[in-house]
T-cell receptor, first 109, second 113 residues
């Protein structure tokens, strides 16, 4: 079993829909990182969080440390949100990042 | 603007050849990393370096080599010993005090022909 599991693997939705991507992990962590990978391959950081909730524009990230689970939400989704969303956790045992396999999101106009 | 530059973006390699992927950063970061990405899998760490003239193997170092002669540069050589080199390669860097906060290059696609 992978230490970081993302669901769903693929998600197709219509423009305007509310999107939720989930990340579950099995190790102790210092923080969790949500990233976005463009179709061209480049990766940008969206959020880093160790508790509670963070919001930036239409993106919201939450984390529940007790349940070892995080969610990334996109409100009023738009075709330009189409990308792969990746969850990574910083393991507090060895200071390394453990990566999820990513969720490929397609938003149709 | 500061950032990470990877080159080339696309590279084709004949079987038995070594190829080198370039990674340069002007962020003044001490730590640099190379990751491999395959379809449907998470990023896997190949090598990382936290200081000039020092580097450590990651999870999948076999068939790869690196050097860190300058703080700004961390080239990756994919050797002929790497049995399945076709993949997307990403270079990243971070401040060693904040290893979770990575900056990434745009990546390099390597295809064996």
């Amino acid at each position: 079993k992978n230490e970081v599991e993302q669901s769903p693997q693929n998600l197709t939705a219509q423009e305007g829909e509310f999107i939720t991507i989930n990340c579950s992990y099995s190790v102790g962590i210092s923080a969790l990182h949500w990233l976005q990978q463009h179709p061209g391959g480049g990766i940008v950081s969206l959020f880093m969080l160790s508790s509670g909730k963070k919001k930036h524009g239409r993106l919201i990230a939450t984390i529940n440390i007790q349940e070892k689970h995080s969610s990334l939400h996109i409100t009023a989704s738009h075709p330009r949100d189409s990308a792969v969303y990746i969850c990574a956790v910083g393991a507090d045992s060895n200071y390394q990042l453990i990566w999820g396999a990513g969720t490929k999101l397609i938003i149709k106009p | 603007d500061g950032g990470i530059t990877q080159s080339p973006k696309y590279l084709f390699r004949k079987e038995g050849q070594n190829v080198t992927l370039s990674c340069e950063q002007n962020l003044n970061h001490d730590a640099m990393y190379w990751y491999r990405q395959d379809p449907g899998q998470g990023l896997r760490l190949i090598y990382y370096s936290q200081i000039v003239n020092d580097f450590q193997k990651g999870d999948i170092a076999e068939g790869y080599s690196v050097s860190r002669e300058k703080k700004e540069s961390f080239p990756l050589t994919v050797t002929s010993a790497q049995k399945n080199p076709t993949a997307f390669y990403l270079c990243a860097s971070s401040d060693t005090r904040d290893y979770l906060s990575l900056d990434f290059g745009e990546g390099s696609w390597l295809t064996v022909v």
